[in-house]
């Protein structure tokens, strides 16, 4: 064995040489030594010619058994994809079945939901016993159950029905809660419904996966509709909502809105039926009233009879989107009837095929060889390609990390969803600088942009050394966060602080390029306090914070002074946990919006910096020394 590639090399090249040297001499194996399959002889024998013809059958059968193994290899392919949509075809009639009885789970947990917020009423309970009915039917006629093993009652059928008998039998308006009733139904129904989704992504069928993508949506839309059913019913039952149930009903509205609109982005069958039995319809008009009248949450008067007009619209509404899941149902079981048709044609196709390349064999080998020189010459051209797109796309990553923070970027590299989160305390700084529009009236614009582009800079240095986030410039504004988009519990008024009195230090210092007698004077404004941070914008995106927070904070920054740094009350009571800062009471500001405010300055701190400017404001008669340490 050679112990390096470059040792079996040499000894190959030596090989070669060897070689080389030897049919010169023509003595390397002994004539009667080689093969009699590769001896030469004399074709113009008939033993020669024979020989030579031996040769070639045996040439012409290896391709003749290739083929055949790899004719073989189809059909048993072909064979089990065929066994597989077949299974596809049974799991989506079951899923028929099985979507017949989620809708009577769901008017059954609509019905309920009426039941309960109706006070027990005598009218609701007859459609109440009416679709308990209807899923017990159901129930009983499906041809097989769901394999699914846990939660326990879904083992069996008969399980699942002692469950269901046993929750009805102990249902009483008055010792349950809607949102309880809803939960019931709605746990069971998403096991059914990830069921269905289970066969979808199984079924890994090249023809139909936009349909079954299509199908699970439609069964999702239909789930929150349901749900949205339930809850909108208790709103006029009870004439009004909470703020936590008008979120609730908001959110499951929103949600069946987008499965519905995912289904019809995958399948024009959807929409196409959607249009002709519900857009534009007096349904459709009417429901869109109700939904108003729901997400206004105008308080009205309590009505049973409204609440059945609501139940019943949306169930004609949940009705189309039955059919047209069953249409659906229909056109996936239809392609893939056409698709084990096309399969068992292949098979056929497969012969044929054996035959012509058999009999083209010669030609094949000749443009298979010369095919094989310009896909060897392509996959050196497509590596090079290759590397060059992987240097552009990491560039661009980073462009991206540089834009949005690193844990929501990668979300959404991957296609994930980036949903706003909200943020107890935070801290938020904002700075400009003062004088700006008189300088940039001295500048022309690439000195403006130059100036901007070094003070930046000398800022995003700073930022390095401090556990900040840089949110975003405008012009001459600059706005840093701390506290996110990773929380850093009760430092971030810290964070923040410290890197204020820091950028303060290094930009005090600094002169404008072009205007050397001009010195940087800065204005910042921090506050402390709630925020939601999310994505705004697809082409674009940005991550920005809303809030009374991030207002709050502008306003310090904009009724600061030169060289100084305001800062509201809610910091100033944060900062009281860290002793060693140094602040002063400014007194009352008003502030827009907020009216009379009582804000502070952020001098320094014991043991270094302290602003220049703050001099100036140590003897105002409304000042006075707030040292934390004896807070």
């Known amino acids: 064995m050679f112990r390096s590639y470059r040792e079996w090399k040499g000894a190959r090249i030596e090989m070669e040489n060897s070689d080389m040297d030897i049919s010169k001499t023509s003595v390397f194996i002994p004539h009667k030594q ?58 989506i009639l079951f899923s028929v079945e099985i979507g017949l009885l989620v809708h009577y789970l769901q008017l059954e947990r609509g019905a309920t939901a009426l039941y309960i917020s109706s006070g027990g009423s005598n009218l609701v309970l007859t459609s109440l016993e009416s679709n308990r009915l209807k899923t017990d039917t159901t129930l009983d ?6 394999s699914v093993t846990r939660p326990t009652h879904f083992r069996t059928r008969e399980a699942y029905r002692v469950r269901l008998r046993d929750y009805r039998e102990k249902l009483e308006p008055a010792n349950t809660t809607i949102h309880a009733a809803i939960e019931f139904y709605s746990n069971d129904n998403d096991i059914m419904i990830e069921w269905v989704g289970l066969t979808v992504k199984d079924s890994d069928s090249e023809t139909t996966w936009q349909e079954l993508t299509a199908y699970h949506m439609l069964l999702l839309s239909k789930e ?59 349904l459709s008009t009417e429901l869109v009233m109700m939904r108003q009248k729901i997400i206004t949450n105008n308080a009205s008067l309590a009505s049973v009879t409204a609440g059945i ?102 979300r959404m590299m991957k296609d994930m969803a980036i949903h706003p989160e909200h943020y107890d305390s935070v801290t938020i700084y904002f700075s400009d600088i003062v004088g700006f529009t008189t300088i940039c009236s001295k ?70 390029p072009h205007i050397p007698e001009e010195q940087w004077k800065l204005r910042i404004g921090i506050n402390t306090g709630s925020v939601v941070a999310g994505v705004v914008g697809t082409k674009m995106p940005r991550y920005c914070l809303f809030g009374d927070t991030v207002n709050v904070a502008s306003r310090m920054e904009s009724t600061s002074k030169p060289c100084m740094i305001q800062m509201s009350p809610s910091t100033k009571t944060a900062l009281e946990k860290f002793p060693h800062l140094l602040i002063r009471e400014r007194g009352e500001m008003p502030i827009k919006g907020k009216g009379m405010m009582t804000t502070y300055w952020l001098i320094g701190h014991q043991h270094g910096y302290r602003c220049s400017a703050a001099e100036k404001v140590l003897y105002e008669p409304d000042s006075k020394l707030c040292h934390l340490a004896n807070v």
């Open 141 to 146: 006629s499906l041809t097989k159950w769901i």
């Open 443 to 512: 500048s022309s614009p690439m000195q403006v942009i130059n100036m901007l582009n070094i003070l930046y800079i000398m800022i995003d240095d700073r930022l390095e050394s401090f556990d900040v986030y840089k949110v975003e410039t405008i012009g001459d504004a600059y706005m840093v966060a701390s506290g996110l988009p990773i929380r850093n519990k009760d430092r971030h008024v810290l964070e923040i602080a410290m890197m204020s009195l820091d950028i303060m230090t290094v930009v005090n210092q600094a002169t404008v």
């Open 224 to 282: 929150q509709a349901g749900i949205e059913r339930a809850i909108g019913s208790t709103f006029f039952t009870r004439g009004s909502f909470s703020v936590e149930e008008l979120l609730w009903y908001a959110e499951k509205k929103i949600l069946g809105a987008t499965y519905l609109e995912r289904s019809m982005q995958y399948s024009s069958f959807v929409r196409t039926i959607l249009d002709d039995q519900y857009t534009n319809t007096p």
């Open 34 to 91: 080689r093969l009699c399959f590769f001896k030469s002889y004399d074709l113009s024998t008939k033993r020669g010619q024979n020989a030579q013809m031996l040769k070639i059958i045996f040439l012409a059968i290896i391709p003749v058994f290739v083929l055949l193994i790899q004719s073989s290899i189809y059909i048993s392919n072909d064979s089990k994809v065929v066994s597989q949509q077949k299974s596809v075809r049974d799991n």
């Open 309 to 410: 007009v609501w139940f019943h619209n949306m169930t004609q509404y949940i009705n189309i989107l039955k059919d047209i899941q069953d249409g659906l149902a229909q056109e996936i079981i239809r392609s893939l009837a056409d698709h084990i048709t096309s399969l068992q044609k292949s098979l056929i196709l497969n012969v044929i095929e054996i035959v012509g390349v058999v009999i083209m064999s010669p030609i094949i080998v000749y443009l298979v060889y010369r095919l094989t020189k310009k896909l060897q010459s392509f996959a050196a051209s497509l590596k090079n390609k290759t590397a060059d797109f992987e240097i552009e796309r990491k560039r661009s990553e980073q462009l991206l990390y540089q834009m949005l923070p690193i844990a929501i970027a990668k």
